[in-house]
């Protein structure tokens, strides 16, 4: 059995693109295995624990292999999923104009207790529900995601410097709604 791990995504590509279902569907796993962790953090950071980010999360990945299948080019894996993700997504909205934004499971820099770091998860995903949704689908790209502004820009498909003022009037409103609790908890 061949190791598809060493192999590149640009390999993997080619083996799910030109072989058997066998070698397809190992290659397509390893693909798989390689972003969907990430894949996952951000439906999950946009949406919630909700099936909606499960659904979106697993049309990401079918659209990968359809895109694959039918010989589209992908040079950026990773890229190429976050931008379909954030595409279903909005194309949700659009068609619902419903809003099914929960976050969860932020990560604390406080290990003081957990009933503290709770309360705090609690604040930022208030303070991150108070935001414009293009500040906070940036400022999470950059935070959560740790894409450059650069391939922010080219997933939003907007300048790189309208990306900056996103995550710096993002950064500013959370600090500015955070502030007061963070001062009165010390």
């Given at each position: 059995?061949?190791?598809?791990?060493?192999?590149?995504?640009?390999?993997?590509?080619?083996?799910?693109?030109?072989?058997?279902?066998?070698?397809?569907?190992?290659?397509?796993?390893?693909?798989?295995?390689?972003?969907?962790?990430?894949?996952?953090?951000?439906?999950?950071?946009?949406?919630?624990?909700?099936?909606?980010?499960?659904?979106?999360?697993?049309?990401?990945?079918?659209?990968?292999?359809?895109?694959?299948?039918?010989?589209?080019?992908?040079?950026?894996?990773?890229?190429?999923?976050?931008?379909?993700?954030?595409?279903?997504?909005?194309?949700?909205?659009?068609?619902?104009?419903?809003?099914?934004?929960?976050?969860?499971?932020?990560?604390?820099?406080?290990?003081?207790?957990?009933?503290?770091?709770?309360?705090?998860?609690?604040?930022?995903?208030?303070?991150?529900?108070?935001?414009?949704?293009?500040?906070?689908?940036?400022?999470?790209?950059?935070?959560?995601?740790?894409?450059?502004?650069q391939e922010i820009s080219e997933l939003i498909e907007v300048p790189?410097?309208?990306?900056?003022?996103?995550?710096?009037?993002?950064?500013?409103?959370?600090?500015?709604?955070?502030?007061?609790?963070?001062?009165?908890?010390?």
């Open positions: 059995m061949i190791n598809y791990r060493n192999y590149s995504d640009k390999e993997l590509i080619e083996t799910v693109y030109k072989s058997n279902d066998e070698s397809k569907s190992i290659a397509f796993s390893e693909l798989y295995n390689r972003y969907s962790y990430n894949i996952f953090h951000y439906c999950r950071k946009i949406f919630g624990e909700g099936n909606f980010a499960k659904d979106v999360f697993q049309d990401s990945f079918l659209n990968l292999l359809k895109s694959i299948e039918s010989g589209i080019q992908i040079s950026n894996v990773k890229g190429f999923l976050l931008k379909t993700a954030r595409n279903l997504s909005l194309n949700h909205r659009r068609n619902e104009k419903v809003q099914l934004i929960e976050f969860e499971d932020f990560h604390s820099i406080f290990n003081e207790n957990d009933l503290e770091n709770k309360e705090l998860e609690l604040m930022i995903e208030t303070a991150l529900e108070l935001l414009p949704e293009e500040h906070k689908e940036a400022f999470i790209l950059q935070v959560f995601e740790e894409l450059s502004y790189i410097s309208t990306v900056r003022n996103r995550v710096v009037r993002a950064k500013s409103k959370l600090r500015e709604i955070l502030t007061p609790y963070l001062e009165y908890s010390r």
